[in-house]
């Protein structure tokens, strides 16, 4: 079974440009979540979509945003870039059949995001 | 609000010794609690989880944790480490089911020959 996919792995942007990332949970997943590890601050959540709407946010200003599509993949939006938001970005996936797998988060790779 | 502290940043310790990585949570009910392992340049790894019951939970690569809730501590443990054990490691609250993660700091555990 495929896990969390996220692409690009790496992508680098200039300050004031918009980045575009995306995610594809594991197959039978609904949740989608987004988390932000930057160096010197940890891992913290921004985002959280199920079923196809916004569920919970982190302490992030509005030009972090993002959406689900129908089949469960989802995008996070970063506008107006800023050199503060050079970070590894973590999709995780929970959902599925049976409660065990509903409390789960199973994370991807990550895409590491360069602002210059 | 839910937090973790994970009080020791780096660990350092000998291959075929034992490790301990100590986890602490502030949550009013019983809590949802993770531990994931994180390679250099990876994601994270789930390696065992605490919902109910058995407060000893074993786990993947032959780490187990103890949930103590006098203690308010779900410490990571394993009896011998391997040189790939070499990793960060991350434990992690959830409120709720499918709730967001709360992460600790992480601890750092480098492992000599």
């Known amino acids: 079974e495929a896990g969390v996919t996220q692409s690009p792995t790496h992508l680098i942007k200039t300050r004031g440009q918009q980045a575009t990332l995306r995610c594809s949970p594991i197959?039978?997943?609904?949740?989608v979540y987004w988390y932000q590890q930057a160096l010197g601050l940890g891992l913290q959540f921004l985002l959280w979509?199920?079923?196809?709407?916004?569920?919970n946010r982190g302490n992030f200003p509005p030009r972090f945003s993002g959406r689900q599509f129908p089949n469960y993949s989802s995008e996070l939006n970063v506008n107006a870039l800023e050199l503060e938001d050079s970070a590894l970005y973590l999709c995780?996936?929970?959902?599925?059949?049976?409660?065990?797998?509903?409390?789960?988060?199973?994370f991807g790779p990550g895409t590491r995001l360069l602002v210059l | 609000a839910q937090s973790v502290t994970q009080p020791d940043i780096h660990i350092t310790v000998s291959e075929g010794a034992s490790l301990e990585l100590r986890c602490n949570y502030s949550?009013?009910?019983?809590?949802?609690l993770f531990w994931y392992v994180q390679s250099p340049g990876q994601g994270l790894q789930l390696l065992l989880k605490?919902?109910?019951?058995?407060?000893l939970v074993q786990g993947i690569k032959g780490f187990e944790a103890e949930f103590k809730r006098s203690q308010s501590s779900f410490n990571l443990r394993k009896p011998s480490v391997h040189w790939s054990d070499a990793a960060e490691y991350f434990c992690?609250?959830?409120?709720?089911?499918?709730?967001?993660?709360?992460f600790g700091g992480g601890t750092r555990v480098l492992v000599k020959p």
């Open positions: 979509y199920d079923e196809g709407e916004e569920r």
């Open positions: 992690a609250v959830a409120g709720a089911a499918g709730n967001k993660l709360t």
């Open positions: 605490y919902f109910s019951g058995d407060t």
């Open positions: 197959s039978g997943h609904t949740s």
């Open positions: 995780a996936s929970s959902g599925g059949q049976g409660q065990l797998y509903q409390e789960t988060q199973y």
């Open positions: 949550y009013g009910a019983t809590p949802y």
